[in-house]
């Protein structure tokens, strides 16, 4: 199974700044995906990381408040612009590793701790 | 749309005891993969299984298992003789499979499960 890494692990930051959290594999993967869990809540796909062009976002998320890069197969970021308290959440980053047409395994990174002061 | 229902927000159990934690689903594919996650306090999510929705078959894996029912769009997970160690939050979550890509993962609100020495 592929192995996720997310830096930073927490974070405390001031409103009106921008946070990146970066998303390391360990292997080539064909999808990665970004999620935001917010305190008590289940997870929401913020958007799918397309290598090469610009994400897909799911509704309600803009690029410009959560700007994604993906350069490669193995690596991602997510950025978290403007920030203000509501997006005290847990930012986790996913990835789909196909093993064939009919398999597929979706892992997730440890998560990256944001608190929004 | 995909749509995921988990209707226990809470369940507390006494050690040993089975417990068995539901989930409903919504989908319009006709291939789809279903999924259970353990959140443990530390946040990580766990894999615990996944299911093909052309397999049926219920599934063991030591004191957990899964009974998938496509008849009743349900995909409920038991814990036998539950320990301390599976007080968590569990999600369910669901994937359709469209033109032989995987859709990003739906999840229900999750379950607390505490269980008490």
């Known amino acids: 199974s592929a192995v996720i890494s997310q830096k930073p692990s927490r974070d405390i930051c001031q409103r009106g700044t921008s946070l990146t959290i970066q998303c390391q594999v360990d292997?080539?993967?064909?999808?990665m995906f970004w999620y935001r869990q917010q305190p008590g809540q289940s997870l929401t796909l913020i958007a799918t990381?397309?290598?090469?062009?610009?994400?897909?976002?799911e509704s309600g998320f803009v690029i410009d408040k959560f700007p994604i890069s993906r350069p490669n197969l193995t690596f991602s970021t997510l950025t978290v612009s403007n920030m203000s308290p509501e997006d005290s959440s847990i930012y986790l980053c996913?990835?789909?590793?196909?093993?064939?047409?009919?398999?597929?395994?979706?892992?997730f990174g440890p998560g990256t701790r944001l608190t929004v002061t | 749309a995909q749509k995921v229902t988990q209707a226990q927000t809470e369940i507390s159990v006494v050690e040993k005891e089975d417990v068995t934690l539901d989930c409903v689903y919504e989908?319009?594919?006709?291939?789809?993969?279903l999924f259970w996650y353990k959140q443990p306090p530390s946040g990580e999510l766990v894999f615990l299984i996944r299911?093909?929705?052309?397999?049926?078959q219920n599934e063991i894996s030591g004191r957990y298992s899964w009974n998938f029912q496509k008849s009743t769009s349900s995909f409920n997970f038991t814990i036998t003789a539950s320990q301390v160690v599976d007080s968590a939050v569990y999600f369910c979550?669901?994937?359709?499979?469209?033109?032989?890509?995987?859709?990003?993962?739906?999840f229900g609100s999750g379950t607390q499960l505490t269980v008490l020495p």
């Open positions: 292997s080539q993967v064909t999808m």
């Open positions: 989908t319009r594919d006709t291939t789809y993969y």
């Open positions: 979550a669901l994937s359709g499979i469209s033109s032989g890509s995987a859709r990003q993962l739906t």
């Open positions: 996913s990835v789909v590793d196909w093993d064939s047409v009919t398999l597929y395994e979706q892992y």
């Open positions: 990381a397309n290598q090469g062009s610009e994400a897909t976002y």
């Open positions: 299911r093909n929705s052309f397999d049926e």
